[in-house]
C-alpha cells in the first residue's frame, strides 16, 4: 500500500460538482493499492499515518500528530500512485490492484483510521474526483508498507528501512559480510539489466 500524505488546512472533494468528503486542517491521504495487499497492511499504515508528529505545537514545533491537533483526515483512493514511468510515455499500472480487489482493503483502511479515533472522510471509489486542498507548510510525506517509492532503481531493502511501516526482527550485532550485501538491479538501454551491489546497514532503520 503506498499513499501521499499531505498536512493541509483545507480540503475537500467533489464529484459531478457535489462535495462527497470536506475537512478542515488535518491531513489528505491519497492512497494506492497494490496486489500483494492485505488488511493488515491497511491497518499499519493506518496506525503510522495518525501518529506521525507533523503538526505545531505551541513552540512551533512539528510534536503533535493529527489527534492531538484536533484534526481529522481526508483519504482518498489514487491507483494512480503505482504508475511504473520508467519505459515509454504511458504509465504502466500493473501493480495495482484491480477495483474489486481494491474497494474492500480500501474500505478497511477508512476503518482503521476511524478506530483510531480520528475523523475521517472520503472520497468516491472509481469516480472522477476534483481534490482541492490547501497544503499547509507545505508538509508532504511519501509512505509505502513494502519499501520506497520506485526511483529508477529495484533494490531488495527490507520494509523497516523505510518509513518504519513494518517492523522486522533486527539482524545480529556482527553480521558475516554477506548480510551487509544486498544484490540489486538497475535499468539499462533496451531493456537490459545491470547487476550491482549496494552496502546496507544491519539492523539500521
Request: glycine letters at 10%; a positive charge.
Given at each position: 500500500?503506498?499513499?501521499?500524505?499531505?498536512?493541509?488546512?483545507?480540503?475537500?472533494?467533489?464529484?459531478?460538482?457535489?462535495?462527497?468528503?470536506?475537512?478542515?486542517?488535518?491531513?489528505?491521504?491519497?492512497?494506492?493499492?497494490?496486489?500483494?495487499?492485505?488488511?493488515?497492511?491497511?491497518?499499519?499504515?493506518?496506525?503510522?499515518?495518525?501518529?506521525?508528529?507533523?503538526?505545531?505545537?505551541?513552540?512551533?514545533?512539528?510534536?503533535?500528530?493529527?489527534?492531538?491537533?484536533?484534526?481529522?483526515?481526508?483519504?482518498?483512493?489514487?491507483?494512480?500512485?503505482?504508475?511504473?514511468?520508467?519505459?515509454?510515455?504511458?504509465?504502466?499500472?500493473?501493480?495495482?490492484?484491480?477495483?474489486?480487489?481494491?474497494?474492500?482493503l480500501y474500505h478497511a483502511f477508512v476503518e482503521s483510521l476511524k478506530a483510531l479515533g480520528v475523523k475521517v472522510e472520503t472520497g468516491e471509489f472509481r469516480a472522477m474526483m476534483d481534490v482541492e486542498l490547501?497544503?499547509?507548510?507545505?508538509?508532504?510525506?511519501?509512505?509505502?508498507?513494502?519499501?520506497?517509492?520506485e526511483r529508477g532503481v529495484r533494490a531488495t531493502v527490507p520494509a523497516a528501512h523505510v518509513c518504519g511501516c513494518r517492523r522486522t526482527a533486527r539482524a545480529p550485532q556482527t553480521p558475516d559480510r554477506n548480510?551487509?550485501?544486498?544484490?540489486?538491479?538497475?535499468?539499462?538501454?533496451?531493456?537490459?539489466?545491470?547487476?550491482?551491489?549496494?552496502?546496507?546497514?544491519?539492523?539500521?532503520?
Amino acid at each position: 500500500m503506498r499513499t501521499v500524505v499531505q498536512r493541509v488546512r483545507r480540503a475537500e472533494v467533489r464529484v459531478e460538482g457535489r462535495i462527497v468528503g470536506k475537512i478542515g486542517p488535518g491531513l489528505l491521504v491519497l492512497v494506492g493499492i497494490t496486489k500483494e495487499d492485505t488488511p493488515e497492511t491497511g491497518k499499519g499504515l493506518a496506525e503510522k499515518i495518525v501518529r506521525l508528529r507533523i503538526f505545531d505545537d505551541q513552540q512551533g514545533r512539528m510534536n503533535l500528530d493529527v489527534r492531538e491537533a484536533g484534526g481529522a483526515v481526508l483519504a482518498v483512493s489514487e491507483f494512480t500512485l503505482y504508475g511504473d514511468c520508467r519505459k515509454g510515455r504511458r504509465p504502466n499500472y500493473m501493480d495495482a490492484a484491480p477495483p474489486d480487489d481494491a474497494l474492500p482493503l480500501y474500505h478497511a483502511f477508512v476503518e482503521s483510521l476511524k478506530a483510531l479515533g480520528v475523523k475521517v472522510e472520503t472520497g468516491e471509489f472509481r469516480a472522477m474526483m476534483d481534490v482541492e486542498l490547501v497544503n499547509d507548510g507545505p508538509v508532504t510525506l511519501l509512505l509505502d508498507s513494502a519499501g520506497p517509492f520506485e526511483r529508477g532503481v529495484r533494490a531488495t531493502v527490507p520494509a523497516a528501512h523505510v518509513c518504519g511501516c513494518r517492523r522486522t526482527a533486527r539482524a545480529p550485532q556482527t553480521p558475516d559480510r554477506n548480510s551487509l550485501l544486498k544484490r540489486t538491479l538497475i535499468p539499462w538501454r533496451h531493456g537490459s539489466l545491470i547487476p550491482i551491489c549496494i552496502r546496507v546497514m544491519a539492523g539500521s532503520r
